[in-house]
T-cell receptor, first 112, second 113 residues
Framework: NAGVTQTPKFQVLKTGQSMTLQCAQD?????MYWYRQDPGMGLRLIYY???????DKGEVPNGYNVSRLNKREFSLRLESAAPSQTSVYFC???????????FGPGTRLTVT | AQTVTQSQPEMSVQEAETVTLSCTYD???????LFWYKQPPSRQMILVIR??????QNATENRFSVNFQKAAKSFSLKISDSQLGDAAMYFC??????????FGTGTSLTVIP
């Protein structure tokens, strides 16, 4: 039981490049989330998927797209990376009934 | 939107002593959940304790307990018998039934041997 896994762990991009962050969970959770964590800002919700087939914007969705590929997988795409997107990105999943979230190990992304 | 405020950027506690971390929140929802998460230097987010807003009884998990004051919209975390392994960043968070989560800016806890 791996919990929530994220790939890659580290990534450096040049401004304008695109990339996809991958997330998978093996806990049969309905809901999945993408956050970014910046120094002094706590975690901010980018997008979430309450269930397979649905996605919704969170607090800071601009510059990102997501895909809920199936119940297990939820990817985050940066189409044209900007330095302001330098951050640590966390994926999480939760049961529907109590919203207790389980987090992945994070991806440190640097955009130069 | 909900807001979560942690007014203590840093706290310190002597090993074996008790420390309380503060959190206030603002929501118009009647049904919501509150959480405390711990983030050690490894960066992994770990759930410490959870409170459902409809429950009047304060949640407890071993050495961790909360003081939930619904009318005051306050949700503080008490750590008893502090241990060196408790040193971490602690985040308070709220969630509504619409799956929107809001986190505070965190409190960095240092445990002094």
């Amino acid at each position: 039981n791996a919990g929530v896994t994220q790939t890659p762990k580290f990534q450096v991009l040049k401004t304008g490049q695109s990339m996809t962050l991958q997330c998978a969970q093996d806990m049969n959770h309905n809901s999945m989330y993408w956050y970014r964590q910046d120094p002094g800002m706590g975690l901010r919700l980018i997008y979430y998927s309450a269930s397979e087939g649905t996605t919704d914007k969170g607090e800071v969705p601009n510059g990102y797209n997501v895909s809920r590929l199936n119940k297990r997988e939820f990817s985050l795409r940066l189409e044209s990376a900007a330095p302001s997107q330098t951050s640590v990105y966390f994926c999480a999943s939760s049961r529907f009934k109590d919203y207790e979230q389980y987090f992945g190990p994070g991806t440190r992304l640097t955009v130069t | 939107a909900q807001t979560v405020t942690q007014s203590q950027p840093e706290m310190s506690v002597q090993e074996a002593e008790t420390v309380t971390l503060s959190c206030t929140y603002d929501t118009s929802e009647s049904d919501y959940y509150l959480f405390w998460y711990k983030q050690p230097p490894s960066r992994q987010m770990i759930l410490v304790i959870r409170q459902e807003a409809y429950k009047q009884q304060n949640a407890t998990e071993n050495r961790f307990s909360v003081n939930f004051q619904k009318a005051a919209k306050s949700f503080s975390l008490k750590i008893s018998d502090s241990q060196l392994g408790d040193a971490a960043m602690y985040f308070c968070a709220s969630a509504n039934t619409g799956n929107q989560f809001y986190f505070g800016t965190g409190t960095s806890l240092t445990v002094i041997p």
